[in-house]
């Protein structure tokens, strides 16, 4: 194509007529002519280029074509796979992914029955009051059936009305079919039966040496808010306790040692030391005594329900080991929950709080009664 261009570059200056081949032609006729041959020759180079594509330009040279090209193509993408070492690299980083999300997923469930658990203690204190406001006192050994109707459970509530008044009449009223509500089970205790009238919550009977010392009904006199002169607010009334292995079941075998204390915290513990009522620092040390620990028996324990009067007391701080019997007495029962380093606590005016398994045990105390007798513990 550079020649033509040339050959115009020629022509052009020239103008008016060129003689060719003996006879005159005009100079556009001869440029018009090289554009067509220029033209042709520019299709041959193409047409030569593309079968070159197709056919080999040396001797020995592999042809290709366009379905040979497609094919090696589909061979190359069936050859492609995922070796072992990625497998195992895809698994490593799952695994790990599992191990970071996990535990926030298992915290986040705890911290939501955590919070259901405190509700369940604020309903029970907002039913207290209610309570203490129509009768004018509590009902301290039966109180969680006896605010039944206040914790919107009137159709219980009813029914166990039903089968006391047929035991007054000497007829069978069962009740296997009446079962304990769900604000009386905290969600994180996966032992408790509600069928069972189980329950996880308890009042707070100060001290198994000083029955007048927490929310205990004196003989026949009903217990009245007005008793607590330490203030609502500064004293516990009710606490949680985890259901103890076994749970009443008064047919049930009290469970061995060995087995207690892989589950010290719903296990009831018993030793022969015999204290006096003025001996409340000398129990809480033989309790907390590892050697007492070691050599103490168990001991079966009626059920902690809402039907019955179960409690705890606050001599020792939470999560400790609980002692059903000291020698002929009540030993302390200590409040526990599967929250971890402590347990939450109901105060007299309604409000709920999270009280750490290590509190000073002299602060313990003063929180669990109700009349200034913490200068005599």
Not at 228 to 257: C, M, Q, R, W, Y
Not at 274 to 289: G, I, K, N, R
Request: charged share 20%; net charge negative.
């Amino acid at each position: 194509m550079a020649g033509h261009e040339e050959i115009r570059g020629l022509i052009l200056p020239c103008g008016g007529l060129i003689r060719q081949g003996g006879r005159q032609t005009s100079s556009s006729t001869v440029l018009d002519q090289i554009d067509i041959v220029g033209t042709n020759e520019t299709r041959h180079s193409d047409s030569a280029s593309d079968c070159r594509e197709f056919w080999p330009r040396k001797v020995g040279e592999r042809m290709s074509s366009p379905s040979r090209r497609w094919r090696d193509s589909r061979d190359q993408s069936a050859r492609s796979g995922v070796t072992l070492i990625e497998i195992l690299v895809s698994f490593g980083v799952i695994g790990l992914l599992l191990a970071l999300l996990l535990p926030a997923v298992l915290s986040s469930r705890e911290a939501a029955r955590k919070t259901q658990c405190r509700n369940n203690l604020r309903q029970i204190g907002v039913a207290l009051h209610s309570f203490h406001e129509q009768h004018g006192f509590l009902d301290t050994q039966r109180t969680l059936k006896a605010i039944l109707p206040r914790m919107g459970e009137g159709a219980i509530a009813a029914e166990f009305d039903a089968g006391e008044a047929a035991d007054l009449q000497g007829q069978s009223y069962p009740l296997t079919h009446v079962t304990s509500p769900a604000s009386y089970v905290c969600p994180s205790d996966f032992l408790a039966e509600r069928s069972k009238w189980d329950t996880n919550y308890v009042i707070n009977f100060g001290s198994p040496l000083d029955w007048q010392a927490g929310f205990r009904q004196r003989g026949d006199e009903p217990f009245r808010l007005s008793l607590v002169t330490d203030g609502l607010s500064n004293t516990a009334i009710f606490s949680e306790k985890l259901v103890p292995i076994p749970n009443n079941h008064a047919t049930a075998p009290s469970p061995t040692p060995d087995v207690a204390r892989l589950n010290p915290l719903r296990s009831f513990f018993s030793t022969d030391r015999q204290f006096t009522p003025d001996e409340h620092h000398a129990m809480y040390l033989h309790c907390m005594d590892p050697v007492v620990r070691e050599q103490a028996e168990t001991r079966s324990w009626r059920n902690i329900n809402m039907t019955a009067g179960s409690h705890y007391h606050h001599l020792v701080p939470p999560q400790n080991w609980s002692f059903g019997a000291l020698a002929r007495g009540d030993g302390p029962i200590a409040p526990s929950s599967l929250h971890g380093s402590g347990v939450h606590v109901l105060f007299a005016d309604g409000h709920v709080d999270f009280v750490s398994q290590d509190i000073d045990y002299r602060a313990f105390w003063k929180m669990g009664t109700i009349a200034s007798q913490d200068e005599q513990w």
